[in-house]
């Protein structure tokens, strides 16, 4: 079997699994909460990766929209079990800045850094895609910031409608949910280029059994990660906000952090984009309604409310994305553009 697996792979599936249990026996050994918190974000890079890699083998026979949505869909995994171990913890502001978080990192800093890969791959120096998902993926962020900014503008005046913010959150997520269907039924049905073929014949139950594996690792370091989350945080004197924003965001996302931007520099251009793109979507009209909707049963509820600051990041961020990548192609001064936004935001949630 492990024939099937090149040196470098071999040592990053090793090295995913050594932090895995190294979080483990940290956690229980109970270690001081700073290097668990360490050991297990390193942790969960490493099981995204093997996510990644498990569903380019799953989804090498099919092409770039499918292996796309099938890509981000395993690939917000970590995400989803850190926010909802953070809302049973009752850190409603790391599993609010964490999903926040992970849409401005996928949709400016990996974006950013695939453009650049991309355009410095092309011979001309432009890197050229489809201009269907771009466009599709700034109507959905749009609408997803629509009814984020309108709960916010509520909550600031203090109308009627602000003191029932569980509900409009939970019909919005709704609302959301429902395009988002639509469109992912229409956006699977287009013709979307040749099948993804890495040629390594990874056999499909190979690639079934590193995601559960890693699936169910996941689950526990995320548990584990947001169990040292206070201390840990008090420790290194840095705001939760930012813990969520950049260090989780990050940390949940590796899997987009390196497909994409391996991908773009392959001369895979379509593909790229349609893995990062789609997490986008993803977080924004799929992954944010669904645990709103989860956090129903819980005691720590999740909302669509956010302070000013991120709603107008969040409205830049969907024009940004739409100006650059609208028209099919983009340049590298453009991705480091992209970059750069992602970078101030940073520095700003820092300081909050």
Known sequence: MLALFTTVERFLLAGALIATAAAGVLHFAEAPDVATFAVSALALAGLAWIVSFATEAIGERLGPAATGVLQSTLGNLPELFIVLFALAAGEVVVAQFSVLGSLFANALLVLGLVIVAGSM?????????????????????????????????????????????????????????????????????????????????????VGAALLAVSGVGAAFVSDWFVDSLDAAVDALGISKAFTGLVIVAIAGNAVENVVGIVLAAKGQSDLAISVVKNSVAQIAVFLYPALVLISLFLDSRLTF???????????????????????????????????GLYAVLAVLTFYE
């Open 121 to 205: 791959r092309a011979e001309d120096g432009v890197m050229r895609f489809h201009r269907r998902l771009p466009n599709d993926t700034a109507t959905l962020v749009l609408l997803a910031v629509f009814i984020i900014g309108i709960l916010g503008a509520s909550d600031s005046v203090g109308d009627r409608a602000s003191g029932h913010q569980v509900e409009i959150s939970a019909a919005g997520a709704v609302v959301l949910l429902t395009v988002y269907a639509f469109f992912l039924v229409s956006y699977l049905r287009a013709p979307s280029g040749e099948p993804t073929t890495t040629g390594r014949g990874v056999p499909v139950g």
């Open 305 to 339: 409310v956010v302070g000013p600051v991120y709603i107008a990041a969040l409205l830049l961020t969907a024009i940004a994305m739409w100006q650059i990548t609208g028209d099919g192609e983009a340049v590298a001064f453009e991705g480091w553009a992209l970059v």
